[in-house]
Every structure is written in C-alpha cells, then in structure tokens.
C-alpha cells in the first residue's frame, strides 16, 4: 500500500473514531417531522453548553518553539474543536505560570488540569520514567508507539505514574536527536573524551557520559542558550537539527556530534490530572486519547521533514557534524546496559512496590526491543543495503 494512501485511510480512521466520540450526527431522512428535529436541536444545544470545562495547559516549552510548543499548541486547540468546545484549554509557556521543569508538580497538585513536557525530566520523582521518553541504545519512534500501543507499555506507564494522581499519554515525538553541541572538538585519543566538561543532558544519557568524565547537567530548554553563552555548561544536546537551530545553539557551537546515542526516541507527554480525567464522560476521555495519539504521528513527520531541512541550513551556516567513532560508542554502549539495569532495579524509588515495578518496566522494554529490533533491520537493509544494520543493536540483559 502506498504511503500516501496509508495516511489517508489513518487520518479518516482517526477521524471516525472521534467523530463517534462527539456524537456527530447523520442527518435524518427527509421525512422525519421537524418537531423531532427541533427537539434534537434543543438537546444537542443544550449538551454543548452544560459541563465546560475550562483547563489550563501548562508546558516545558518556550512560547512558538518549533517542534514541541507546536504540538502542545495544536493539542489544545484539538481538544478544544474536537469536543466543541465543551473543553477549553488556556496554553501557558514555560514560566508563564509555572517554570518548564515544574510541569509534573503543577498536574499533579491541580494548579493546571494538563501538562505538556518529557518524562525524563521526573527522575527526581522516579528514575524509571526515563523509560517512556527515552533509554540509551533503546527503541526508536516506532519501537516506542509499538511498545505503548500492543507491548503493554501504557499500563505500566499509567501504573508509575498513578501514585503522583497523573494519567500520562505518549503526545508527539521529535525523533532520534543529535549527539550534543560542543565548543570545541573533542579529543577521542582520549579514554575520557567528555572529561571535565559541563554538557547539558538530561534523562539516563546524563548517567553515561558521566562514566566518561562528563558533568551532567540537566536544565530546561528555555536556559540552554543562555548557560552555554555564560559558561554554565560547554556542550549542550536538545533535539535535532530543527529544533536546535532554532534555539540558535550553533550559534556558540559549531561542533555537532552524531548519533543520538542518548536519545534514539523524542517521545513527549501530555499529563492530565487523574482525578481530573476520571471525572471526565467518556465521549471527552477519549476525545484526550485520541488528540495524543494523532500528534504522535503528527509531530513525528513534521520533526522528521523539518529536521532534513535545517540539516543542509547548518551545513551551509558552517556547522561541522562529525560521528561519534564506533569504538566510543559500543564503549557507551556497555555502560548503558548497566546504567539502565541500575535504574530498573533501584530500590530508593519513592513508591510503593518500586523494585517490582521497576523489574516489570525493564522486563517489558528489553522484550520489545529484542522482539522489534530483528523487524527494524530488516526494513533498515531493505531500504539502504547490506552495508546497513550489519551489527545487531544493542539488547538489555
């Protein structure tokens, strides 16, 4: 089936199931009697304008930022149509009401009914939600949406999070990211190439490259500019190319290095309060669902078109990237595994049954990527060649 005519079916699939959600309806026969017709009006009428609920949206990104503050905007405005306007979401920007790294608090505590954020920014909650944004080495976009979606990764996912009064979704996704943005060019002669240096790298990829002597940092996007202009940190990694080239980091940078080893996944969320959402009727419960996971695809695209774009604009702006040499990476590929196993199994995690749990989550991941990878490559080979995927990517033990 063509690509074209795929997403065409998708989108008109989507649109029915919500569609169904909303009670769109088919118009009568023509001999209905128009009192019956009127009545449906008058109820109609009324349903739309009793139970609005009025949100606030609160968000990890800057105002306009490509990428994910588009997505953030377009899922409020979504929602808001979808449901005709029996939900209506007032979006704020990172520190307009509360600062980007305080989303998860703002849901959980009620000052705002929605988040729009990444999940490996709580690991001060529970490392384990590292899992649902991004693991190093780990699944890729459609690995992740398979995960979630077939594998049990939402469940496991809605468990985690249901002690923090939190229902997350998987809500847009930026892609694989680049490696990091550096100053100057490093020293791979060195066993410790990121030695002393201050990077910007939150989520478990932080936890790797400090075992190569790096200082992680972990601070919103809002401040990466701004703390790599200052000195506070000397390399930064946020997104790919079109999101960094938006926040102007090769301005300060004009060193890119590649993979993403960190983050093969740009999954984002959205939070909606708990008991917020089971209040909710079910027609606007699954109006929420189903906005989340069209933007998985959405932002997904629109990263993937927009990223090859600022890719040839940042080579012509006098960016040089340069791969990470394979030696480091299967290096940082070793560490991974045992940063990620560590995690899984930390037994400090603030909530209850936390070493169970964590096993069930690492169990579950290493499962789907072990049963995925195989179906990856080869789709990888068919598309570039034998000389692609010759080596299995990495698998958790």
């Known amino acids: 089936m063509k690509r074209r005519n795929f997403l065409y079916i998708l989108f008109v699939g989507l649109a029915g199931i919500i569609g169904a959600a909303i009670g769109l ?14 009545q449906e009006a008058n109820i109609e009428t009324s349903t739309n304008k009793s139970n609005v609920y009025k949100w606030k949206m609160v968000t990890s990104w800057p105002p306009n930022a490509p990428g994910t503050g588009a997505v953030a905007a377009r899922l409020a405005k979504r929602i808001n149509e979808l449901s005709n306007n029996r939900i209506q979401i007032q979006l704020y920007a990172a520190g307009e009401l509360v600062g980007g790294l305080e989303v998860f608090d703002a849901v959980s505590r009620g ?11 709580w690991q001060g909650k529970t490392p384990l939600t590292a899992f649902f944004t991004a693991v190093p ?12 979606y077939q594998g049990g990764g939402q469940t496991l996912w809605d468990e985690l999070y249901s002690p923090f009064t939190l229902k997350p979704f998987a809500a847009g996704n930026t892609g694989p990211s680049m490696g990091g943005w550096f100053k100057k060019p490093l020293d791979f002669n060195s066993a410790q190439p990121f030695k002393g240096l201050k990077i910007r790298m939150p989520g478990l990829g932080g936890k790797v490259i400090q ?5 992680p940092v972990s601070i919103p996007p809002t401040e990466i500019f701004t703390a790599l202009q200052s000195g506070v940190i000397d390399a930064a990694e946020l997104l790919a190319p079109w999101n960094d080239r938006a926040f102007g980091l090769h301005k300060l940078a004009k060193y890119c290095y590649y993979p993403g080893f960190h983050e093969p996944n740009g999954s984002a969320e959205c939070l909606v309060n708990l008991e917020v959402y089971q209040s909710l009727p079910a027609d606007l419960r699954l ?16 990263s993937n078109w927009h990223n090859a774009i600022a890719m040839q604009q940042l080579r012509q702006e006098g960016v040089k990237f340069i791969p990470y040499p394979q030696k480091l990476l299967n290096a940082m590929q070793q560490v991974a595994t045992e940063v990620i196993r560590d995690t899984a199994t930390n037994p400090t995690i603030n909530i209850n049954d936390t070493t169970q749990i964590g096993n069930r989550i690492y169990a579950s991941y290493s499962e789907a990527l072990r049963l995925t990878n195989e179906w990856e490559e080869l789709q990888l080979r068919s598309q570039f060649g034998s000389q692609f995927g010759s080596q299995s990517r990495t698998q958790l033990k």
Do not use: M, V
């Open 137 to 148: 080495f780990g699944l890729n976009p459609n690995q992740h949406h398979s995960w979630l």
């Open 287 to 302: 109006i929420i669902d189903e906005s989340c996971r069209a933007e998985c695809l959405l932002g997904l695209s629109e």
């Open 211 to 215: 075992r190569f002597g790096a200082l």
């Open 111 to 121: 000052t705002a009914e929605l988040g729009h954020t990444a999940s490996f920014f």
């Open 25 to 38: 309806r088919i118009p009568k026969a023509s001999n209905s009697t128009s009192n019956n017709n009127a």
